[in-house]
C-alpha cells in the first residue's frame, strides 16, 4: 500500500517536473519572440524616423524653390512700383 502511495507520488511528481520544463521552454520562447518583435519594433520607428527626416528635408527644399520663385516674380513687380511717379 504504501509502496503504490510512493509511486503514485512519484509519478505525480515526475508530472509536475514535466509540466515544469514545457513551462520552461514555452516562457523562453515567449521571451525570444518577444525580443524579436521588439527588434522589429524598433527597426520600424528607426524607418520612419528615417522617413520623417527625409520628408522634412523635402518640404525645406520646397519652401526654398517656392520663396525663389515668389521673389523672382516680386522684385521686378517693386522695381517698376518704385519707378512710378509719386502722387
Excluded: Y
Aim: hydrophobic share 35%.
Amino acid at each position: 500500500m504504501q509502496e503504490e502511495r510512493l509511486q503514485h507520488m512519484e509519478t505525480k511528481v515526475d508530472r509536475v517536473e514535466s509540466d515544469l520544463s514545457r513551462l520552461e521552454v514555452t516562457i523562453a520562447r515567449g521571451f525570444a519572440e518577444a525580443k524579436d518583435d521588439r527588434r522589429q519594433i524598433q527597426d520600424q520607428i528607426r524607418q520612419l524616423a528615417e522617413g520623417h527626416a527625409s520628408v522634412r528635408a523635402e518640404i525645406q527644399r520646397g519652401f526654398e524653390r517656392l520663396h525663389d520663385v515668389i521673389d523672382r516674380r516680386i522684385q521686378p513687380l517693386e522695381d517698376k512700383v518704385s519707378r512710378l511717379p509719386s502722387r
